[in-house]
């Protein structure tokens, strides 16, 4: 069972994507902290994300290791690993690893469960589930603003909103494997729910669907 989730960033879907793997005892994998796993490389090295070269080769060489650290989880890796992101020698060095990881989940998991932004359009597009996990821009902004603050980071809303929309826009916009729903997904605006009320939802069309 390979189930894909793809959204923007901040729709909720690492949250979700996490309960259901957890609910249904399936592996997890966060595709984004593949890209910024790279990104960090490469910043590390003092390159620039936007440097084909120094991308290619940070995912080339990619340091499983590093995929748990928080490095990867501020605002600069972020913005990073959407630029790295749209080098398609970058994607096409990471393909391998996550249709791996969606054939054969590690621990012999009954099924694997992989968010990001083009699992059921180019990774996997033959999953059996595939949902597109969205709300709208100023929820999302909301919502990471106050992640940033509880994280203790300086935040100014209307930068964090700002921001958002430019990662959108090179997300959707990139030639290579754009952000897109794919024309089977199942769409959860979550602008308006709790986690557990997405976590319902999620539940329902995974279920409904068998
Ligand atoms: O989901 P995230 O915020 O951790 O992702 C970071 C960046 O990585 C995101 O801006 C776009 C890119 N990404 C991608 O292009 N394809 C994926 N499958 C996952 C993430």
Known sequence: MIIAIDGPAAAGKGTLARRLADHLGYAYLDTGSLYRAVAVMVLHRN??????????????????????????????AGAAASKVAAIPSVRAALTGFQRQFATHPPGNAGGAILDGRDIGTVICPDADRKLFVTASVEARAERRFKE????????????????????????????????????????????SMTPDEAFTAALDVIEDAG
């Open 148 to 191: 940033l603050q509880e994280r203790g980071e300086a935040a100014i809303y209307a930068r964090v909103l700002q921001d958002m929309r430019e990662r959108d826009a090179r997300d959707a916009g990139r030639s290579d494997a754009p952000m897109k729903q794919a024309d089977n997904a199942i769409l959860i605006d979550t602008s």
């Open 47 to 76: 390159g620039a994300p936007d440097n084909v070269e120094a991308a290619t080769e940070a995912a080339r060489t990619l340091d499983l290791d590093l995929l748990g650290s928080p490095d990867l989880r501020t605002g600069e």
